[in-house]
C-alpha cells in the first residue's frame, strides 16, 4: 500500500506551534507530511522545527528559484492525499474565499483539488466577524471541511471561541476522510522493545545500543490501529508510550519470564494475538553475578565465563501451538533481524531467521538506523518479501502492520 501523504499549511496565529504537534500525530498514523508556511507563521514558528521533525523541506516562498525549480506549490497541491490548514487565521479563510493566491500557502489552496480541512485559530470577534463567517460558507459551498474552534481562554486574554481544537478532533476528521484502518481493533499485540542488561556486578553489566525507538513506534501505531497493546520494555533513557501495559525488566531471563506470562493470559474479546520481539536481547550473560563490586587489578586481565540466554524468539515460535491455545486466538510471530553489512543481503539474512526461529514473518534493518529516527527494511514471510525504502520508525511501524492486515 502507497504511503499517504498531507500537506499541512500553517498560518501566523499564535496557535502555529500545536502545528508540529498536529504533523506528530499525521506521522504516527503514516502519513508522510510535507509543510508550508505563510510569512506571518514564521514570526511564530520557525520553518526549521518542521524540517528536522519531518524529514522534509518547508516551503515558505512563492517567489524562491529553488523552491519553485519544478513548480513546488503545484506539487505541494497536488501530489498529496488532503490539505489541512492549521492553524488558519480570518486572513487566511478571507483570501480562500476569495481566490487570492498572493504567498505559497494561499497558492496551494486555490492549485489543488484535494480534499482540505481547516481549522481555525483566532480571536473571538475576528471568528464571529460576518466577513468571516461568510467566507466559511463560501468555502464550505466549495467542498471544505472544518474543524471548529474551541470554547477558551484565547492568548489574547479574552474567553470566547477561537481556540486551537485538540488534535484528537483533527485526526477523527482525518482518519474518517483518508479511511485510516482500525483493522487490530480485536487483536492483542505484545512487543518486546530496548536492550537488555546482564549483570556482572552491582555496578557493571553488559548490554548493546538499542534504543527501543522501534518498540515504542510499533506500540504507538498499533494501539492507533485499534490494537490492545502490551509492552515488554527493557532499560532505556525515555519513557515509552503508547501501550496499554508497560512491565519494565532488565535481563533477558526477566523479558523471557514476562512474555511467558503474557502468552498464559487471555484478554476478553480479543481474536488475534500478534507476537513482535522487537528486543535486542543479549546473547550471553555471565556464569555467575557477584553480589558485590569486583575488585580487580587495572595491571591484570580477567575473565568472565558466559552462558546462554533464552532465545525468545526461538523458545515461543517452538511452542507455537501451545500457546494458541493457551490463549485460544490466532498468533502471529514477528522476529527483527538487525545486521551490519549491505543492504541487499538484508533479505537473505532475514529469511534464515524466519525459518531458524519458526516465525510468520522477519524484519530485517541495519545496525546504523538502531540510535535513529530513519531506517531502511525489507519485511519477509514464508513466499514474499516487501521493501520498506527509507523513512521513520512510526513510518515503518505503519508498514509493518500494513503487511500483516493483508493477510
Known amino acids: 500500500m502507497a504511503q499517504l ?15 508540529i504537534d498536529l504533523m506528530r500525530d499525521l506521522q504516527r498514523r503514516g502519513l508522510r507530511v510535507r509543510v508550508a508556511m505563510s ?9 526549521l522545527s518542521f524540517e528536522v521533525l519531518s524529514g522534509e523541506k518547508v516551503a515558505i516562498d512563492l517567489f524562491n528559484q529553488n523552491e519553485e525549480q519544478s513548480i513546488g506549490h503545484i506539487s505541494l497541491a497536488n501530489d498529496t492525499d488532503l490539505i489541512i490548514v492549521a492553524p488558519a ?17 494561499t497558492a496551494v489552496l486555490l492549485a489543488t483539488t484535494k480534499p482540505v480541512i481547516y481549522v481555525p485559530a483566532m480571536n473571538v470577534k475576528m471568528w464571529q466577524n460576518s466577513v468571516t463567517q461568510e467566507s466559511i460558507k463560501v ?8 474543524v471548529d474552534p474551541v470554547e477558551g481562554k484565547l492568548a489574547c486574554g479574552w474567553m470566547g471561541k477561537g481556540h486551537f481544537p485538540e488534535n484528537a478532533e483533527i485526526m477523527s476528521v482525518v482518519e474518517t476522510l483518508l479511511n485510516l484502518s482500525t483493522d487490530l481493533k480485536r487483536t492483542r499485540v505484545i512487543i518486546t522493545a530496548g536492550p537488555t542488561r546482564e549483570w556482572i556486578d552491582p555496578i557493571r553489566f553488559l548490554s548493546n545500543r538499542s534504543s527501543g525507538l522501534m518498540g515504542q513506534a510499533l506500540a ?16 532505556v533513557d525515555h519513557a515509552l508510550t503508547g501501550a496499554d501495559r508497560v512491565v519494565q525488566v532488565s535481563t533477558a531471563l526477566e523479558m523471557a519470564q514476562q512474555v511467558e506470562t503474557y502468552l498464559g493470559e487471555q484478554v476478553p474479546g480479543i481474536e488475534h494475538t500478534i507476537v513482535i520481539f522487537a528486543a535486542a536481547v543479549c546473547d550471553h550473560r555471565p556464569k ?23 532465545d525468545i524468539a526461538f523458545e515461543v515460535g517452538s511452542r507455537r501451538e501451545v500457546y494458541q491455545a493457551a ?12 545486521e551490519s553489512g549491505d543492504f541487499s543481503d538484508l533479505e537473505a539474512l532475514a529469511r534464515r531467521k524466519l525459518q531458524a526461529k519458526h ?5 530485517g534493518n541495519l545496525l546504523d538506523s538502531f540510535e535513529t529516527d530513519r531506517t531502511r527494511a525489507v519485511m519477509v514471510n514464508q513466499t514474499d518479501a516487501s521493501v520498506f525504502s527509507k523513512g521513520s520508525k512510526i513510518e515503518l511501524a505503519d508498514f509493518i502492520f500494513t503487511n500483516v492486515s493483508k493477510l
Open 89 to 105: 487565521t480570518a486572513d487566511l479563510l478571507n483570501k480562500a474565499a476569495q481566490g487570492i493566491a498572493d504567498d505559497v500557502v
Open 359 to 363: 516465525l510468520d514473518y522477519v524484519v
Open 288 to 310: 555467575s553475578v557477584s553480589s558485590n563490586k569486583l575488585k580487580v587489578s587495572k595491571s591484570e586481565s580477567y575473565s568472565i565465563e558466559l552462558v546462554p540466554n533464552p
Open 139 to 146: 468555502l464550505k459551498t466549495r467542498g471544505a471541511i472544518f
Open 327 to 338: 490463549l485460544k486466538t490466532k498468533l502471529t510471530l514477528i522476529g527483527f533481524a538487525a
Open 39 to 47: 510569512k506571518a507563521a514564521q514570526e511564530f514558528v520557525r520553518p
Open 220 to 235: 504507538e501505531i498499533a494501539k492507533k490501529r485499534g490494537a490492545h497493546v502490551d509492552l515488554v520494555l527493557g532499560p
Open 5 to 19: 501523504t498531507a500537506t499541512l499549511l500553517v498560518t501566523g496565529s499564535i496557535a502555529a506551534y500545536k502545528a
